[in-house]
């Protein structure tokens, strides 16, 4: 990867496809300028994918895992995200295409947002307080969206679980996934994900 200033950056995303126009900003750029942007040009296969503040993947990437350094950041993926898990992050994802996972558990207290162009495909999804939208679909056995925050333009294929349905999160998540006092707990809930069971 390459270091890019915030200035390249921005003039790199005016050429982009609407979607990343629209979407790829980084609001604490000047707290950033000495690491600047992490630039991949091409497609890109690693076991980790570091979020270091900003990284641009010009391509499709295939990463086991992805994580995150720092307390904000930027993830931006012009073209299709395959990755074993998406959870608890602390920065923006944004996909040109589509993105495949075992499991998408976006659980970040109403202070990011996961923004994808063709379909979201995985094994289970969760959203607690993320902002979702996704130009496809999902497709995945069971879409529990714990704050309503998921628009998903061609819809959904599986199961939605919401809180408009009348459901609080003690009548849809086992035990094991929840505090002693009943409310949901993210490190409970993604080891359980991680884990391969369902939640």
């Known amino acids: 990867m390459n270091r890019i200033s915030f200035a390249d950056f921005d003039a790199w995303t005016t050429r982009q496809a609407r979607l990343i ?7 604490a750029a000047h707290a950033f300028e000495d690491e600047g942007v992490m630039f991949h040009q091409g497609d890109l296969v690693v076991d980790e994918l570091m979020v270091a503040p900003v990284t641009v993947i010009d391509g499709n ?4 895992k992805i ?3 720092y307390d904000v950041g930027l993830l931006v993926v012009t073209g299709n995200l395959t990755c074993e898990h998406i959870g608890r992050m602390s920065f923006d994802v944004i996909v040109g295409g589509h993105l495949h996972a075992q499991s998408v558990c976006v659980n970040t207290s109403n202070d990011y947002l ?9 094994d289970f999804f969760s959203e607690y307080g993320c902002a979702v939208e996704v130009q496809g679909k999902i497709i995945c056995p069971k879409v529990l969206s714990l704050m309503n925050e998921v628009v998903a333009h061609g819809g959904i294929e599986g199961e939605l679980i919401d809180n408009f349905r009348g459901k609080d999160v003690a009548q849809v998540l086992i035990s094991e996934v929840l505090a002693d006092d009943g409310y949901f707990d993210e490190e409970k809930f ?5 884990s391969g069971k369902s939640p």
């Open 21 to 27: 126009q629209e979407n790829a900003f980084f609001d």
């Open 61 to 64: 990437v295939s990463a086991r």
């Open 67 to 69: 994580g995150y350094p």
């Open 114 to 122: 996961l923004r994808v162009g063709g379909d979201i495909t995985c």
């Open 190 to 194: 993604e080891a359980c994900v991680r």
